[in-house]
């Protein structure tokens, strides 16, 4: 079936450092997106890239889609403690309206 | 911020209690899901809904139930509340076309004793 597998689970870095998490599906995806989830909180919408070697940026975090459209990275330069949290990459299936989160890494930040 | 609520957001409860969670939205998404997550994990879909009277069980063998009697609406009952079902869960919803990022609730976090 639909798979959509993230790594690391975990990342521990120190505040300044670089993080990325990375996302792999078995199928080509039309689309990804990505999620953040603070502790105790829910996730909430971060960005969905779509094009063949899409890049985009938003302030210290950058995303990519692989050429293949089969899999997506997001790059968090110089860490901060607000950016603490479980980030989920998700790609839509053959169900319609269906998304296949992947597993989710957990960031955690020393200061 | 999205237009989804969820009640209660914390529920004790002993074992055998029938319960219902409680989901609603009111951006007239036709899309709506359950998932199950214990805290920072993995999610699980456990139901989810095209539309009113429409709903389908997700990945997740669960023992919850579900009812789309109203767009706007989409509670999840347990009959019988199990240790085992102490978790998070988790509403969303999603546009019918166009992108499909999910707006999730705050979550229900329930407890089984």
């Known amino acids: 079936g639909q798979q959509v597998m993230q790594i690391p689970q975990y990342q521990h870095v120190q505040e300044g450092e670089d993080f990325t998490t990375y996302c792999n599906s078995s199928t080509t995806l039309s689309n990804i997106q990505w999620y953040k989830q603070r502790p105790g909180g829910h996730p909430v919408f971060l960005i969905q890239?779509?094009?063949?070697?899409e890049v985009k940026k938003q302030k210290r975090l950058t995303f990519q889609f692989g050429e293949a459209k089969k899999n997506s990275s997001l790059h968090i330069t110089a860490t901060q403690t607000t950016d603490v949290g479980t980030y989920f990459c998700a790609g839509p299936g053959t169900t319609l309206g269906r998304l296949y989160f992947g597993r989710g890494t957990q960031l955690t930040v020393w200061p | 911020e999205a237009d989804i609520y969820q009640t209660p957001r914390y529920l004790v409860i002993g074992t055998g209690k029938k319960i219902t969670l409680e989901c609603s939205q009111t951006m007239g998404h036709d899309k709506m899901y359950w998932y199950q997550q214990d805290p920072g994990m993995e999610l699980h879909l456990i139901h989810y809904s095209y539309g009113v009277n429409s709903t389908e069980k997700g990945d997740l063998s669960s023992e919850s139930t579900v009812s789309r009697i109203r767009t706007e609406h989409f509670p999840l009952t347990l009959e019988s509340a199990r240790p085992s079902h102490t978790s998070q869960y988790l509403c969303?919803?999603?546009?019918?076309?166009?992108?499909?990022?999910?707006?999730f609730g705050p979550g229900t976090r329930l407890t089984v004793t």
């Open positions: 890239l779509v094009k063949s070697g």
């Open positions: 969303a919803s999603t546009r019918t076309s166009g992108s499909y990022e999910q707006y």
